[in-house]
């Protein structure tokens, strides 16, 4: 009986994980390139005219740097739209800004502007939107290669979230459209939360034993957990099992 | 810290061997009458009262000290990442491509600086240990796939550290090493 | 009749025992002429002993202490004869099975047969299965016995008895005795890590089998190989306690030992840090997270706790200043005890992280294995064994 439950349990999970093994991302090791290299102190031009360096904004607050272009058809927008969405919650004690600076030279401020306004985020004080004349620099430096495609008009890049800490150092990129667990290990890192390991992006999250939860910053159990609980539990449920039915039978 | 521990194991086996011995002795002394212990519920709760105390002393002595807290709240200022796979270590100061994994023929390394090793595997596990040249393990970690651990250590003594895998990874898991040089 | 059938197999037990452990022996002789360089062996030939060796040890201490006890608890409840026989033909056949993998396939990913390894195949293409086949079958065999004995206990005793719960309260109206106590404790945490080891294996063949759609998180793996691989070296032990609470005082002449609260209190206890003790083999993993190192620590220190100030003061206070029947059994059991403490120091000293931090671990928990079972363990079965052939105290066989 137990053994039957058992092994429907472990069957059901079986093709639950291979279906969603097709949907988790694939590798991406160029997010451990650049790390704790320092960022290039670019000069930028915020709204309203502001222009700054960036190190006047990681040495006030670590920095969140989307790197992104506002005449893009294609991941851009989602990526800032689920940046923001992200966000709305707080998801980490970490306290930072968000830098969305343009890597395309013929974005001007009022571009970035209107991007600020078309997100709705224009009166939020945490999210900045700039443009900058070291784009080159910068992109060397967090690892960035955008290359133009002529016939689409368009750049063939990724989507990049580089943070940035207080002293200027590289401390996570995040590349794709990535979860809210990602983000919040990424807020720990540029306010150097240190944590002594994390997962590879393309891993299966399923059977693993603990997920990293950023409502509390800790981990929480997974479905491995469970896993690795079921043979305690199995075992005692044997155990009020077994003594109930010979109990049973001799009264 | 090698030889405090065996100094210490051998100190408590031996300390063991005799208590064993003497209580031998006390039995084969005893002739026909029972003396035995007295008050020995008494005695037994001051036996467990001395190791709780003692081993919680320990504990809250050591656990601060695990290598999870080492330099959490410094900035490296170096990083290599580790690349373990049956049955080689490939290390670079850039990040390394699972598909064609290519790593730097020779690492150097400041003295006294914060280092961060982040260690994964290629294939199976590994571990990732690092002996001083004396050949004393100094600092370890494992290598696991999927996962990456960060292993933080400050290099004091200039010279030549070896790693070798300590967990068993397959039949030239004895030949798997490699090495680095502080500066 | 029964009690010869028993006799019967109890001695066919024994005598597969003390042959497989006649041939381990030579195994580690090999092994260590090996690393001495005084004989050449390829590394594969190294591994393939090596894996034999580490598995065929656990498996034969493990059966060797399953007997004793169901050999002993015939005194109190009636076993199953069938049980018994149904665990032996599959571990012979699970043995043999591990031989074939081990010597034929040239399978060697070792006696923790860590994840991914077995699946990294560098060897002959059926040895695998035929290896964790060999795990499955020693299992099924293993935890049909266990569940029968557990059952045929319970019949007698209801749960809160055989657990011993009413000597929580002050003049309990009925005794348990304390080796029904300690097999039921130790049956349950066998029942628990066996089922482990069925999880594992699943695991194992739904990767196996998937043709590569289907890839197991190596964390969780390596939690649930020490789950069932550190608690079944570790009941195997307490199986040996059983017969020692048993046999001690019977066989030196004195009365036999009572089940007290703290008895009660300690075996229950156990049973609790024994099940959570085994993640001090994940330390070196930083990816666990650190409050499951810290509960290894904790547990694997307050598992030392009980072991300590209840059982072997128990034989201490038993022996000081008493005169004692010495025979080779009780000697045995003795000397074994004192095995125990000095292979459990080693262990203590290794379960505190920063040590752990700087040990070779697969040097130093080998040698505190050896240590603990080879004068602790093993001893206590020999003892078992001495007190069951001789006819001294076989008087009405």
Same mark, same amino acid.
């Given at each position: 009986?137990?053994?039957?439950?058992?092994?429907?349990?472990?069957?059901?999970?079986?093709? =639950?994980?291979? @279906?969603?093994?097709?949907?988790?991302?694939?590798?991406?090791?160029?997010?451990?390139?650049?790390?704790?290299?320092?960022?290039?102190?670019?000069?930028?031009?915020?709204?309203?005219?502001?222009?700054?360096?960036?190190?006047?904004? =990681?040495?006030?607050?670590?920095?969140?740097? @989307?790197?992104?272009?506002?005449?893009?058809?294609?991941?851009?927008?989602?990526?800032?739209? $689920?940046?923001?969405?992200?966000?709305?919650?707080?998801?980490? @004690?970490?306290?930072?800004?968000?830098?969305?600076?343009?890597?395309?030279?013929?974005?001007?401020?009022?571009?970035?502007?209107?991007?600020?306004?078309?997100?709705?985020?224009?009166?939020?004080?945490?999210?900045?939107? @700039?443009?900058?004349?070291?784009?080159?620099?910068?992109? $060397?430096?967090?690892?960035?290669?955008?290359?133009?495609?002529?016939?689409?008009? $368009?750049?063939?890049?990724?989507?990049?979230?580089?943070?940035?800490?207080?002293?200027?150092?590289?401390?996570?990129?995040?590349?794709?459209?990535?979860?809210?667990?990602?983000?919040?290990?990424?807020?720990?890192?540029?306010?150097?939360?240190?944590?002594?390991?994390?997962?590879?992006?393309?891993?299966?999250?399923?059977?693993?034993?603990?997920?990293?939860?950023?409502?509390?910053?800790?981990?929480?159990?997974?479905?491995?957990?469970?896993?690795?609980?079921?043979?305690?539990? !199995?075992?005692?449920?044997?155990?009020?099992?077994?003594?109930?039915? !010979?109990?049973?039978? $001799?009264? | 810290?090698?030889?405090?521990?065996?100094?210490?194991?051998?100190?408590?086996?031996?300390?063991?061997?005799?208590?064993?011995?003497?209580?031998?002795?006390?039995?084969?002394?005893?002739?026909?009458? %029972?003396?035995?212990?007295?008050?020995?519920?008494?005695?037994?709760?001051?036996?467990?009262?001395?190791?709780?105390?003692?081993?919680?002393?320990?504990?809250?002595?050591?656990?601060?000290?695990?290598?999870?807290?080492?330099?959490?709240?410094?900035?490296?200022?170096?990083?290599?990442?580790?690349?373990?796979?049956?049955?080689?270590?490939?290390?670079?100061?850039?990040?390394?491509?699972?598909?064609?994994?290519?790593?730097?023929?020779?690492?150097?390394?400041?003295?006294?600086?914060? %280092?961060?090793?982040? %260690?994964?595997?290629?294939?199976?596990?590994?571990?990732?240990?690092?002996?001083?040249?004396?050949?004393?393990?100094?600092?370890?970690?494992?290598?696991?796939?999927?996962?990456?651990?960060?292993?933080?250590?400050?290099?004091?003594?200039?010279?030549?550290?070896?790693?070798?895998?300590?967990?068993?990874?397959?039949?030239?898991?004895?030949?798997?090493?490699?090495?680095?040089?502080?500066? | 009749?029964?009690?010869?059938?028993?006799?019967?197999?109890?001695?066919?037990?024994?005598?597969?025992?003390?042959?497989?452990?006649?041939?381990?022996?030579?195994?580690?002789?090999?092994?260590?002429?090996?690393?001495?360089?005084?004989?050449?062996?390829?590394?594969?030939?190294?591994?393939?002993?090596?894996?034999?060796?580490?598995?065929?040890?656990?498996?034969?201490?493990?059966?060797?202490?399953?007997?004793?006890?169901?050999?002993?608890?015939?005194?109190?409840?009636?076993?199953?004869?069938?049980?018994?026989?149904?665990?032996?033909?599959?571990?012979?056949?699970?043995?043999?099975?591990?031989?074939?993998?081990?010597?034929?396939?040239?399978?060697?990913?070792?006696?923790?047969?860590?994840?991914?390894?077995?699946?990294?195949?560098?060897?002959?293409?059926?040895?695998?299965?035929?290896?964790?086949?060999?795990?499955?079958?020693?299992?099924?065999?293993?935890?049909?016995?266990?569940?029968?004995?557990?059952?045929?206990?319970?019949?007698?005793?209801?749960?809160?008895?055989?657990?011993?719960?009413?000597?929580?309260?002050?003049?309990?109206?009925?005794?348990?005795?304390?080796?029904?106590?300690?097999?039921?404790?130790?049956?349950?945490?066998?029942?628990?890590?066996?089922?482990?080891?069925?999880?594992?294996?699943?695991?194992?063949?739904?990767?196996?089998?998937?043709?590569?759609?289907?890839?197991?998180?190596?964390?969780?793996?390596?939690?649930?190989?020490?789950?069932?691989?550190?608690?079944?070296?570790?009941?195997?032990?307490?199986?040996?306690?059983?017969?020692?609470?048993?046999?001690?005082?019977?066989?030196?002449?004195?009365?036999?030992?009572?089940?007290?609260?703290?008895?009660?209190?300690?075996?229950?206890?156990?049973?609790?840090?024994?099940?959570?003790?085994?993640?001090?083999?994940?330390?070196?993993?930083?990816?666990?997270?650190?409050?499951?190192?810290?509960?290894?620590?904790?547990?694997?220190?307050?598992?030392?706790?009980?072991?300590?100030?209840?059982?072997?003061?128990?034989?201490?206070?038993?022996?000081?200043?008493?005169?004692?029947?010495?025979?080779?059994?009780?000697?045995?059991?003795?000397?074994?005890?004192?095995?125990?403490?000095?292979?459990?120091?080693?262990?203590?000293?290794?379960?505190?992280?920063?040590?752990?931090?700087?040990?070779?671990?697969?040097?130093?928990?080998?040698?505190?294995?050896?240590?603990?079972?080879?004068?602790?363990?093993?001893?206590?079965?020999?003892?078992?064994?001495?007190?069951?052939?001789?006819?001294?105290?076989?008087?009405?066989?």
């Amino acid at each position: 009986m137990f053994k039957r439950i058992i092994l429907s349990f472990i069957a059901g999970s079986f093709f =639950y994980c291979t @279906a969603a093994f097709g949907q988790v991302n694939q590798a991406n090791w160029k997010e451990d390139a650049n790390i704790y290299e320092k960022v290039c102190d670019a000069s930028i031009t915020i709204n309203k005219g502001v222009n700054l360096t960036l190190s006047q904004l =990681y040495n006030e607050k670590p920095v969140l740097l @989307a790197l992104i272009f506002t005449r893009c058809s294609g991941i851009c927008n989602p990526f800032l739209l $689920q940046l923001k969405e992200n966000l709305q919650f707080k998801i980490s @004690a970490g306290e930072f800004t968000v830098l969305v600076l343009s890597f395309d030279p013929r974005d001007t401020r009022e571009d970035m502007e209107l991007l600020s306004e078309r997100l709705g985020l224009e009166n939020n004080e945490q999210w900045l939107f @700039a443009t900058t004349g070291d784009i080159e620099k910068l992109n $060397q430096s967090v690892g960035f290669n955008p290359v133009w495609d002529s016939t689409r008009s $368009q750049y063939d890049h990724d989507a990049l979230l580089v943070g940035i800490n207080k002293d200027g150092y590289i401390t996570k990129k995040l590349i794709g459209l990535r979860n809210r667990q990602d983000l919040a290990q990424m807020i720990n890192s540029v306010n150097n939360i240190f944590s002594p390991s994390y997962r590879l992006p393309n891993k299966n999250l399923l059977f693993s034993c603990f997920n990293y939860n950023p409502e509390t910053g800790k981990n929480t159990p997974g479905l491995g957990l469970l896993f690795l609980a079921l043979p305690a539990i !199995v075992a005692l449920l044997l155990v009020f099992g077994i003594s109930y039915s !010979v109990r049973q039978k $001799q009264i | 810290m090698q030889n405090s521990i065996l100094m210490l194991f051998l100190v408590l086996a031996a300390l063991s061997a005799l208590v064993f011995t003497f209580v031998f002795i006390s039995s084969k002394k005893a002739g026909m009458s %029972v003396q035995g212990l007295s008050n020995p519920l008494r005695k037994r709760f001051w036996f467990l009262l001395i190791l709780f105390v003692v081993l919680g002393i320990f504990a809250s002595v050591t656990i601060p000290r695990s290598p999870y807290f080492l330099f959490a709240d410094e900035n490296p200022s170096r990083v290599v990442h580790v690349a373990a796979m049956q049955f080689a270590f490939i290390m670079s100061e850039k990040a390394i491509d699972p598909k064609s994994p290519v790593g730097e023929a020779s690492i150097e390394l400041p003295a006294n600086e914060l %280092v961060e090793f982040r %260690v994964t595997s290629l294939d199976v596990n590994h571990g990732f240990a690092i002996y001083d040249q004396s050949n004393r393990l100094i600092a370890q970690t494992q290598a696991m796939p999927g996962y990456v651990n960060r292993l933080r250590w400050k290099f004091k003594e200039p010279g030549k550290y070896t790693i070798l895998c300590l967990e068993f990874c397959g039949m030239a898991h004895q030949v798997m090493r490699s090495s680095f040089t502080v500066k | 009749m029964e009690s010869i059938k028993l006799r019967k197999i109890t001695s066919l037990w024994i005598l597969i025992v003390l042959v497989l452990f006649i041939v381990n022996i030579v195994l580690g002789i090999l092994m260590r002429l090996n690393q001495g360089e005084i004989i050449h062996q390829s590394p594969i030939t190294f591994y393939a002993n090596m894996t034999t060796h580490g598995l065929t040890q656990i498996g034969i201490w493990f059966v060797a202490g399953m007997a004793a006890v169901n050999y002993l608890l015939q005194r109190y409840v009636k076993t199953s004869y069938s049980a018994n026989v149904v665990a032996m033909v599959l571990t012979v056949i699970g043995i043999l099975m591990l031989w074939a993998s081990t010597y034929i396939g040239k399978f060697h990913a070792g006696w923790t047969f860590l994840y991914p390894l077995p699946l990294k195949i560098m060897w002959a293409k059926w040895a695998t299965p035929m290896f964790l086949g060999s795990i499955l079958v020693m299992g099924v065999g293993w935890l049909t016995w266990s569940v029968s004995m557990m059952t045929q206990l319970l019949k007698k005793y209801p749960l809160t008895r055989a657990l011993a719960w009413q000597h929580f309260k002050k003049n309990p109206s009925t005794q348990t005795p304390p080796f029904i106590l300690i097999s039921m404790i130790t049956l349950i945490g066998i029942i628990a890590c066996l089922l482990g080891a069925v999880l594992l294996l699943a695991m194992y063949s739904a990767e196996y089998f998937s043709n590569g759609t289907f890839v197991n998180d190596a964390l969780l793996m390596k939690n649930l190989t020490f789950f069932f691989g550190h608690t079944i070296a570790n009941e195997m032990l307490y199986l040996g306690l059983a017969v020692i609470y048993e046999l001690f005082p019977e066989v030196g002449g004195r009365p036999k030992w009572k089940t007290t609260w703290y008895v009660a209190l300690a075996w229950n206890c156990t049973l609790v840090f024994i099940l959570t003790a085994f993640f001090h083999h994940l330390y070196m993993d930083f990816v666990q997270p650190v409050g499951f190192q810290i509960v290894g620590q904790i547990a694997s220190y307050m598992a030392s706790l009980p072991a300590a100030s209840v059982t072997i003061f128990s034989v201490l206070v038993a022996v000081y200043r008493t005169p004692i029947k010495w025979s080779l059994t009780n000697l045995l059991f003795f000397i074994g005890v004192a095995g125990w403490v000095i292979g459990g120091l080693g262990a203590v000293i290794d379960v505190t992280i920063t040590n752990n931090f700087v040990l070779h671990n697969t040097l130093w928990v080998p040698a505190h294995f050896h240590t603990y079972n080879a004068l602790g363990n093993v001893l206590f079965s020999l003892a078992f064994f001495h007190w069951f052939f001789n006819p001294i105290y076989q008087g009405h066989p």
